[in-house]
């Protein structure tokens, strides 16, 4: 049987590295963990940029990483059933900001309510 070359393949057999990429990581109590994202349509992704500038460009200068091949960041995240990596990804969602806390309560007046039943 021939085989397909990847052009004419629409799933080819072979994944094409993206080389070493900058992983966005936060700490964890075991020392770093990488940080998984989700895409635009909910799934979740592990996310990797070819460059520092590209990474603080998009997530902040003060978003810690570690660099890591594709293939590693793919074995990291597999176990966690994350199948898809991001490379360079350009939007992302700002990070959630803590709620004010709340204020005093104050009671409120009771009201009279009368009812009328014809």
Do not use: K
Request: net charge neutral; glycine share 8%.
């Amino acid at each position: 049987m021939p085989e397909l070359l990847c052009g004419d393949d629409p799933e080819p057999s072979e994944r094409f590295p993206a080389g070493p990429l900058f992983v966005p990581v936060r700490p964890g109590p075991a020392g770093c963990a990488a940080r998984l994202f989700r895409t635009p349509l909910g799934e979740r992704t592990a996310v990797g940029f070819t460059s520092p500038s590209r990474l603080a460009a998009t997530l902040g200068p003060d978003q810690a990483w570690i660099r890591l091949a594709e293939p590693a960041l793919r074995a990291l995240t597999a176990p966690l059933g994350v199948t898809i990596v991001t490379v360079d990804p350009q939007l992302t969602a700002p990070a959630p900001h803590p709620a004010p806390a709340p204020g005093p309560v104050r009671p409120v007046a009771p009201v009279a309510v009368s009812l009328r039943i014809a």
